[in-house]
């Protein structure tokens, strides 16, 4: 049985840091690319970052580039998402994904929701 399950989230104030994680369960971890999602009430759920089976990390907001960085612990089967600079507009809901390299192949975490906010 496959689990993702992400932890971190919370309410925090503006200019202020979250670190997210996204611990696996039931797969072979370091075959699966990891990201991190996130949807904000309204919108639609947009990619926030990437990290590839070998480390190649990619953050694909320009909106949160300098402020977050994706990275992983292959021997911890999680996946990180530091969260820097927190504005309002990062408040959302944020996923976590593992996408089966080669294949379509992915699972979604539950997600957890992160409130930025004084």
């Known amino acids: 049985q496959v689990q993702l399950v992400e932890s971190g989230g919370g309410l925090v104030q503006p200019g202020g840091s979250l670190r997210l994680s996204c611990e696996a369960s039931?797969?072979?971890?370091?075959?699966?690319?990891m990201s991190w999602h996130r949807q904000a009430s309204g919108k639609e759920r947009e990619l926030v970052a990437l990290?590839?089976?070998?480390?190649?990390?990619?953050t694909s907001l320009d909106s949160v580039k300098g402020r977050f960085s994706i990275s992983r612990d292959n021997g911890k089967k999680t996946v990180y998402l530091e969260m820097n600079s927190l504005k309002s507009e990062d408040t959302a809901v944020y996923y976590c994904?593992?996408?089966?390299?080669?294949?379509?192949?992915?699972?979604w975490g539950p997600g957890t929701q992160v409130t930025v906010s004084s």
């Open positions: 990290i590839t089976t070998i480390g190649g990390a990619t």
């Open positions: 039931g797969i072979i971890f370091s075959d699966y690319t």
């Open positions: 994904k593992a996408q089966l390299r080669f294949s379509a192949r992915a699972f």
